[in-house]
């Protein structure tokens, strides 16, 4: 950070030219590529619908645009009543049987682009509850691009999954797991947005990973279970 | 409507004087213009009118930012005013009570905590207290003195999430924000102590499962000072102003007898002057030993409710400093390792602690077969826990009366024949949970 | 709460004026309870809350229980709390199943709804019986073939809304759960589920429901 110090002064005294110049008007403009500036526009001003389930309701919406755990800060203050106005929903609680035509009509009121978050364990899966009444994950009625877990998950939880969406909107997912995960070979599907086809090379890729699994001595090192 | 209920029933719950409503605000005075919104003043003749009336049904939710959660209400409409009202529910209904018969005792805890999803120390209470008393176990005082403690915490949370999210659908829009900021400090004492903010998974049969760290008691106290004075700062906000005057006051009143007949309980009881409480009624935890005062309205419209919960809050803060004053030495869950984990550290030098808790983990303890019921006053009425025992492993039935369940047949009481505003404020006083309603 | 002498008395205090109605008392862990004829339940409400010197006209809640594989198989719990004196009392009301009343309609109906028949498990059925996902009626999905014996018999008990108003949404709720009707309620419909459910749920011998979790090993399974 002190560099960055640094670096405005000198451009405050006029001194930075060249290279400096560039890296700097670099890390202080948005580079004027359209889809890249859409992407950081559209991220930046989120107006999530005022949706809340059940307990994680109360943790967010409700608790993360209180004074502690401010969601204004990420630019999605204005929540929404009407989902014909709201581009992001976040289903925070269980789903269950009967709700689920509803939220399903929800999202469909909802225009383009629009984003699903699927927060806490419930909707991402059922959570807790493996019965008759909820369903198991809201991925089986609706797309969803981010899932959170937690049982409910804290709104710093919360606003980490936003933070990523708000990446993932950016048209920049990678968030150095590949170097964590040992990915070699993997390739990310979401470069193409949310609903795009996976590019042929990750086809491919998934497929092989497919096989491998399924077939132990197939594994270089034997089974990946061992 | 005027009559002030300073009522002394003979029933042998001890001292129930309340904080009576004030003497100025039996009578709807003149505030302004927005006076006595109620049936008696509100309610338009239609005969009266040549406009040709129509009545309109139309739907109100479940999605809906004022619903305090998935309720849906079909209203009959005559202009704006409220002919007829149906909730209906299940919007989020969550088979807790069949899941439960397939889980062992102690894992019926988080699924039963997650009902009424404000106050869920309160249900963790109903349950475990239903199940010492079918297992007939007996928890240790500093036990009660805890649980005692940590209800009276959630109290005051439920009622400022109440506060919070009532003023907020009335138009007072920055309480939201100043009741969630004490909120948060009382999740963080949650925190400190349980590990998590929500669902906390604290009290278990036998007890709470740990001890208060250090540190903890400091913090309270803290909490303990400050909280009188920002409840102070609420009642200046919103006591005497006038919007919120004019939108409560004579708003929602159902006769107390009525309100006895649709089983109604809790703060909606107590506005309308009955001074029920179950934490006076049937001794329970800690409860005999405090001294607290219940507050009891005499009109019973939103303003009375509002008085109350506001009450309520501060005498369970007094609960709360006289727990922590008297907060006894000794263990912190019973010593029957049939029902009781036994503490980590003696596993690894007996024997027979780890056969139990082997049995306790895997298999869970066995209840002989009988069935319980118990209630405990809940921040929203009387919560009722009734477990069913088969003599095996797991309860063979469980069923949670919840006070948001009930309550929710006295808001056609409350709302037919007032306008849709009304209703909308009507709701917001009724309290409910839909968590608890459903289930 | 009344303690067992007490309990004794009202049996005896009952019984004068309505014979026959209360079948058994309990007095299990301290809670004093009423075991009552479900055909005389309304008298024994009605007398419990209006005799003088009882006064128990607070119905605290209304449930209802599967006691399966014990016979009667149902119960409804009445709680009835006296409020001058804070005592509480139980009645209970037990009801069998008419549906699995002789061999051929159990099989016949059982067969119908579960897939299996309760008898053979040879104890206690378990409440989760296998992993089926509950079953909803759908437009497309063919509702299942009626039983030979017409409707399907439920269990019938008369409503007390009219004593305590409060037993409306609790019996609603009974009704959904376990599928028990009573007479007189002013509207019985499903009130948790949604109304096209078919089935009813809380009862022992329907299964849980839900879905097992797909672990990489049972992946191939299930896709």
């Not at chain 2, 009276?152 to 309480?175: F, P, Q, Y």
């Not at chain 3, 002789?102 to 028949?117: D, H, I, M, N, T």
């Not at chain 3, 509702?143 to 609603?172: K, N, Y």
């Amino acid at each position: 950070m002190r560099e960055r110090q640094l670096s405005a002064r000198d451009m405050l005294r006029g001194d930075l030219e060249g290279e400096e110049l560039e890296r700097y008007v670099e890390q202080k403009v948005v580079m004027t590529k359209f889809e890249k500036m859409l992407g950081w526009a559209r991220s930046n001003s989120m107006f999530p619908l005022t949706f809340g389930l059940a307990c994680c309701a109360i943790e967010a919406p409700i608790s993360l645009v209180t004074a502690r755990y401010d969601l204004a800060r990420f630019g999605a203050e204005a929540l929404r009543a009407s989902p014909r106005q709201a581009d992001m929903i976040i289903l925070s609680g269980r789903v269950s049987i009967k709700m689920a035509p509803v939220v399903r009509r929800l999202y469909d009121q909802m225009l383009e682009p629009k984003w699903a978050i699927s927060m806490g364990a419930c909707s991402s899966s059922g959570g807790m509850f493996s019965n008759y009444a909820v369903v198991q994950g809201a991925d089986k009625f609706m797309p969803i691009d981010l899932h959170i877990p937690g049982c409910p998950p804290r709104p710093e939880a919360v606003l980490y999954g936003f933070t990523k969406l708000q990446r993932k909107i950016q048209g920049n997912p990678d968030q150095g797991w590949r170097q964590r995960y040992d990915a070699a070979g993997t390739e990310e599907w979401a470069r193409g947005g949310p609903r795009s086809e996976p590019s042929p090379e990750a086809a491919a890729a998934y497929e092989e990973a497919r096989r491998l699994t399924r077939d132990p001595d197939q594994v270089p090192g034997g089974s990946i279970r061992a | 409507m005027a009559e002030h209920q300073n009522t002394n029933s003979s029933h042998a719950g001890g001292a129930a004087g309340g904080v009576p409503h004030s003497a100025g605000r039996g009578a709807p005075e003149h505030i302004g213009e927005g006076a006595a919104t109620g049936p008696a003043a509100g309610a338009v003749d239609p005969a009266a009118g040549s406009v040709d009336t129509e009545l309109m049904t139309i739907n109100i939710g479940p999605h809906h930012p004022a619903t305090h959660g998935v309720l849906r209400l079909v209203v009959d409409l005559e202009g704006e005013l409220v002919r007829d009202l149906k909730p209906v529910i299940g919007y989020v209904h969550t088979g807790i009570e069949k899941s439960c018969e397939s889980q062992a005792y102690w894992k019926v805890i988080p699924f039963v905590e997650r009902m009424d999803y404000v106050s869920y120390f309160f249900q963790m209470e109903a349950f475990c207290g239903a199940v010492e008393r079918l297992v007939e176990l007996e928890i240790p005082p500093r036990a009660r003195y805890l649980r005692t403690i940590f209800l009276e915490l959630n109290r005051i949370h439920s009622h400022l999430v109440w506060l919070g999210t009532t003023a907020l659908d009335l138009g007072a829009i920055s309480m939201l924000w100043y009741c969630f900021r004490e909120r948060d400090k009382i999740l963080d004492l949650f925190e400190m102590a349980a590990g998590q903010r929500m669902h906390t998974r604290y009290f278990q049969v036998g007890g709470v499962i740990e001890d208060i760290p250090r540190g903890f008691e400091a913090k309270l106290r803290e909490f303990i000072a400050e909280m009188p004075v920002r409840v102070g700062q609420y009642e200046d906000l919103l006591d005497r102003n006038e919007v919120f005057l004019s939108r409560t006051k004579g708003v929602g009143v159902v006769p107390r007898e009525r309100l006895l007949e649709l089983g109604v309980t809790g703060p909606l009881l107590r506005a309308a002057g009955e001074p029920w409480d179950l934490r006076k009624a049937f001794d329970y935890l800690a409860y005999p030993e405090m001294d607290f005062k219940i507050p009891v309205g005499t009109v019973g419209d939103g303003y009375d409710r509002y008085r109350v919960r506001v009450a309520e809050m501060v005498e369970s803060v007094r609960i709360v400093e006289q727990a922590l004053d008297g907060l006894p030495e000794g263990p912190f869950i019973a010593d029957d390792r049939k029902y009781v984990l036994p503490p980590r550290s003696e596993l690894s030098t007996s024997m027979e602690s780890l056969i139990h808790h082997f049995k306790l983990v895997t298999e869970g303890y066995r209840v002989e077969a009988g069935e319980v019921y118990y209630s405990i006053e809940s921040p929203r009425g009387e919560l009722g826990c009734f477990v069913l025992a088969d003599g095996s492993a797991k309860p063979a039935r469980v069923h949670f009366r919840d006070p948001s369940f009930v309550n929710l047949q006295a808001f056609r009481d409350m709302a037919v024949g007032t306008y849709v505003a009304d209703m909308i404020a009507n709701l917001g006083m009724l309290d409910p949970i839909l968590g608890g309603v459903d289930r | 709460m009344p303690d067992a002498p007490g309990l004794e008395l009202i049996r005896g205090e009952i019984e004068q004026d309505h014979p026959g109605a209360v079948l058994d008392t309990g007095f299990d862990r301290g809670q004093p309870a009423l075991v009552v004829d479900p055909a005389q339940i309304l008298a024994v409400l009605t007398w419990l809350r209006d005799a003088p010197g009882q006064g128990y006209r607070f119905l605290s809640s209304l449930h209802a229980a599967d006691y399966l594989p014990a016979e009667p198989r149902f119960a409804v719990h009445y709680e009835l709390i006296n409020r001058d004196r804070v005592e509480r009392l139980r009645v209970k009301a037990l009801l069998r199943d008419p549906s699995a009343a002789g061999p051929v309609a159990a099989e016949g109906v059982s067969g119908r709804v579960l897939g299996f028949s309760p008898g053979e498990e040879g104890g206690r059925p378990r409440a989760s019986v296998g992993r089926e996902t509950g079953r909803r009626a759908r437009p497309d999905t063919p509702s299942p073939p009626p039983p030979a014996d017409g409707a399907e018999e439920l269990p019938e008990i008369d409503s007390c809304v009219e004593l305590f108003p409060t037993a409306e949404f609790q019996e609603r709720e009974a009704y959904d759960f376990f599928g028990i009707v009573f007479r007189g309620h002013p509207d019985l419909t499903r009130i948790l589920l949604p109304d096209d459910y078919v089935g009813w749920p809380l009862r022992r011998d329907f299964p849980v429901g839900g879905e097992p979790v797909t672990f990489t090993y049972n992946e191939r399974a299930y896709g």
